[in-house]
């Protein structure tokens, strides 16, 4: 069985937080480009909401204004954005007030019986408030959907209350919880990688596979977001979203098809396979860090705690390390290596999967040494598969083997295609109805669940960050995480 995308059926969406750093980078841009390319219904509207009060006129050039400081602005023209802006229309709304929500009912008295959708891109923390409301409301119909972004709770329990409300005005297969990675071409090429190939899902196991490697690194600090990210910090802001995404895609089990809920029930097997990290295990398995003084590029950067909007000392990590299991039978005794940080040496995402050695070298005798082969996945900044094999040296001088890369670069494998922000393609599944690269609710509680384990362990034992300079690869504990069973990071 497989799954084919429908035309898209929605008739308009709601945007909450339209005027939002999320939605002047991300969203707006995208809903623009899928204009342009003739994806989005002749008569779809697009209702922008805010707390904010705006003009008719003043919202459309903040709307203009976050197009031309996109990615999408070359493909800006004034005659196609005119045509977009007629799709607009803005509301002032206060979505914590009991009647907030009355000046969007009457913008949305046009019957359509085609599904709205409700884009709640706002704090976290308003998110059910705002499900309750268009519940409550009448707003939100059988039909209608809503999307919500992350983090959606900071344990599993806050992800239940956060589920539960807005399961109380939208059924679960109503419901949209983006993790933009999941939109990226390279990531949804991890699929195709593994099942449109017949040479790796054979290999794709415990029998010949020595380790897993993941690394989501970046060279930013917190961006202005410090009040944010110290009561988050890096387990649970990139851990439990888009790490763990990539690690279930690596590690899932061949779904029937690619009907949406057959790929996502076997990314929640995984989920429920990870090996617990509790407060036995976390000083073996763990390592976190925070960044201090150092170089970002060619510049110097401040530490964690003496960023914009940092008021007191603290002990969030800005950097974690893992030594992971996946006891299931395809990966029991497989370890995989999970890292993520920011102000790191370089901005990459990759995914590397190292294979066992050959059992026995018949060039040792001529003294040629073998590496064992190794698939490296890379996500970002550029997007390229390398499969590193040994071959031959060109000499007369004897047997001599060196390491050659395979490489497929996918930017020039593809260089006619137009790359795309990430979000152009959730939003299109959100108008296509097609769920498949979104997270389903016991998703995000299995994930919390295992995340919290660590947590409790991190308290438990008192594990502190460690420093680490700005520009580096994080705190050197880091490095004898994987050495200490044999291994070594791919850098």
């Not at 509207?45 to 705006?54: D, E, T």
């Not at 000083?283 to 003084?293: E, H, I, K, L, R």
């Not at 026995?360 to 598969?385: C, K, M, T, W, Y």
Request: proline content about 5%.
């Amino acid at each position: 069985m497989t799954f084919e995308a429908p035309a898209a059926d929605a008739g308009r969406i709601v945007l909450f937080g339209a005027t939002g750093d999320l939605a002047r980078r991300m969203l707006w841009p995208s809903l623009y480009a899928l204009d342009l390319d003739g994806l989005l219904p002749r008569d779809f509207r697009i209702v922008g909401a805010a707390h904010s009060r705006w003009s008719r006129a003043e919202f459309e050039t903040k709307v203009r204004n976050a197009i031309l400081a996109s990615a999408n602005a070359k493909l800006y023209d004034e005659a196609a954005f005119a045509r977009f802006a007629q799709r607009i229309a803005y509301v002032s709304v206060d979505a914590a007030a009991p009647e907030g929500l009355a000046p969007l009912a009457a913008a949305l008295q046009v019957e359509d019986a085609r599904p709205a959708v409700f884009y709640l891109s706002t704090a976290p923390a308003l998110f059910g408030p705002i499900a309750r409301a268009l519940g409550e409301s009448g707003l939100a119909r059988p039909q209608d959907r809503i999307v919500v972004e992350k983090p959606i709770g900071h344990d599993v329990a806050s992800a239940r209350e956060t589920n539960t409300a807005i399961a109380s005005a939208f059924d679960e297969s109503r419901v949209y919880r983006i993790d933009h990675y999941l939109g990226k071409e390279a990531v949804q090429n991890l699929l195709a990688l593994r099942f449109g190939n017949s040479i790796f899902e054979p290999l794709w196991n415990a029998h010949n596979v020595e380790h897993v490697q993941i690394t989501v690194a970046e060279t930013v600090g917190v961006e202005g977001r410090w009040g944010y990210y110290d009561t988050t910090g890096a387990l649970r802001d990139m851990v439990q979203s888009h790490v763990l995404q990539l690690l279930c895609l690596v590690a899932m089990e061949p779904p029937a098809g690619f009907d949406p809920s057959a790929v996502r029930n076997e990314k929640v097997k995984v989920l429920w396979s990870l090996r617990p990290i509790a407060e036995a295990d976390v000083a073996a398995n763990t390592v976190t860090g925070q960044y201090t003084a150092g170089h970002a590029g060619d510049r110097a950067a401040c530490g964690y705690c003496e960023e914009e909007g940092a008021n007191v000392e603290s002990d969030t990590e800005t950097f974690v390390a893992l030594r992971v299991g996946v006891d299931n039978w395809r990966w029991a005794g497989v370890p995989f290596y999970l890292r993520t940080g920011k102000r790191l040496q370089q901005r990459l995402s990759e995914i590397v999967i190292q294979f066992k050695a050959t059992p026995h070298n018949i060039f040792a005798d001529v003294g040629a040494a073998l590496s064992a082969n190794r698939l490296v996945i890379r996500l970002q900044p550029d997007e390229r598969i390398t499969l590193t094999l040994m071959h031959k040296v060109p000499d007369l001088r004897g047997i001599r083997l060196k390491e050659v890369g395979l490489d497929l670069s996918v930017n020039s494998a593809f260089a006619a295609s137009r790359r795309r922000i990430a979000y152009e393609r959730m939003l299109l599944d959100v108008l296509q109805g097609n769920p498949a690269l979104f997270v389903r609710g016991d998703e995000i509680e299995a994930a919390w669940q295992w995340i919290d384990g660590i947590v409790r362990g991190w308290r438990a034992t008192g594990q502190k960050p460690r420093p680490y300079a700005a520009g580096s690869w994080g705190p050197s504990a880091a490095i004898g995480l994987p050495e200490r069973h044999g291994h070594s990071w791919h850098e």
